[in-house]
């Protein structure tokens, strides 16, 4: 019979003195009795639900004057370092879900540059001051997207004051809800190409040059990429391409290590519905019919885009993931 290594013989003869071998633990962690843990809030009751006040703003609107206010996790989110030093662009990122990604980007431990329209400067004040409150630098840039000059200096200039990048959030949007395609002007379609899928392919084609390996780009795409409302045909149109646009170009940034994915969210409670884009005698009920019975708000899609920006998902590229409150998905 062999003898056991001197250090389990020594922890067998201490336990022996002792009457148990119960003396390797420590005794504090013994004693110590683990604390109940709160139970996880019910999803379906966790934000407002409908009926919501009717309203109306004209664009870009603001998220002061919605009611109820959205919830970006303006008191909620809490960082754990998963973007420590990290240094992010994102376009419309004074509101809604922009918002709530720049909010949790800070509090992870990036740098945050957030582009938006000259009207949403007290938005994307109330952003700023809490990125810097984060302890992280802000960078505000406004500016009108539809312009292809623009979208080449709004990437100079965030690489510039933020001194590199490494994520892109490609995410503001323009929406208008028609019945028909009788109704939609060729400004509009114009307007929601221009804003959703002409400035994402500006804007990520003058940031890839200054992407690194780890790097992450981000696209909002939309439940109605692949299930699109018959009064957003032109909106829903953009998501499409979005979607594929994310897909085919990880194909091609995969080998540089840069990975590219999309969030596809369903009913999201943003200026974007009050301001032309639904109808405004269906605004009061927004969301009732997903199962949750309710709209999303920023803040639920919040940890999304940090997973998405971290390493944690290194191995997800090309992907849409979808938050749509049960209503199936891509």
């Excluded at 020594?10 to 009795?33: C, E, H, M, Y």
């Excluded at 409908?50 to 959205?70: E, N």
């Excluded at 240094?87 to 945050?112: N, Y």
């Excluded at 994520?167 to 019945?179: E, G, T």
Aim: proline share 10%.
């Amino acid at each position: 019979m062999t003898k056991p290594p001197d250090k389990d013989r020594r922890l067998i003869l201490a336990a022996a003195a002792t009457g148990g071998l119960a003396v390797a633990a420590p005794a504090a962690a013994q004693s110590q009795k683990a604390k109940p843990m709160a139970p996880p809030p019910d999803p379906t009751t966790a934000y407002p639900r409908p009926p919501f006040p009717k309203q109306q703003q004209p664009w870009p609107g603001l998220t002061s004057k919605m009611d109820p206010r959205p919830d970006h996790g303006e008191t909620s989110y809490k960082g754990s370092g998963r973007l420590q030093g990290r240094k992010a662009l994102l376009t419309g990122g004074d509101s809604g879900i922009g918002r709530a990604a720049a909010i949790a980007f800070a509090r992870e431990g990036a740098d945050v540059a957030i582009n938006y329209l000259p009207a949403e400067e007290p938005d994307a004040q109330e952003v700023a001051k809490l990125i810097r409150e984060a302890g992280r630098k802000a960078v505000l840039i406004p500016g009108d997207i539809k312009d292809e000059a623009f979208c080449q200096q709004l990437v100079e200039r965030a690489v510039g004051e933020l001194g590199g990048l490494d994520i892109l959030v490609n995410n503001a949007a323009r929406q208008f809800s028609r019945d028909s395609i009788l109704d939609i002007t060729t400004a509009e379609f114009d307007e929601t190409y221009k804003t959703n899928v002409y400035a994402m392919f500006w804007i990520t084609k003058a940031a890839v040059p200054h992407l690194k390996p780890g790097s992450a780009i981000i696209n909002t795409a939309s439940v109605n990429a692949y299930d699109p409302s018959e009064n957003l045909l032109d909106y829903a149109s953009t998501k499409g391409a979005i979607m594929i646009f994310s897909k085919g170009l990880a194909k091609q940034l995969a080998p540089k290590g840069i990975r590219v994915n999309a969030v596809a969210p369903g009913p999201f409670w943003t200026p974007l519905q009050v301001t032309g884009g639904q109808p405004a005698d269906k605004l009061p009920q927004f969301g009732a019919d997903s199962p949750m019975g309710r709209p999303g708000q920023p803040a639920e899609l919040a940890g999304i885009y940090v997973l998405l920006a971290s390493p944690e998902a290194s191995y997800s590229t090309g992907q849409v993931f979808a938050a749509v409150g049960g209503r199936g998905g891509p």
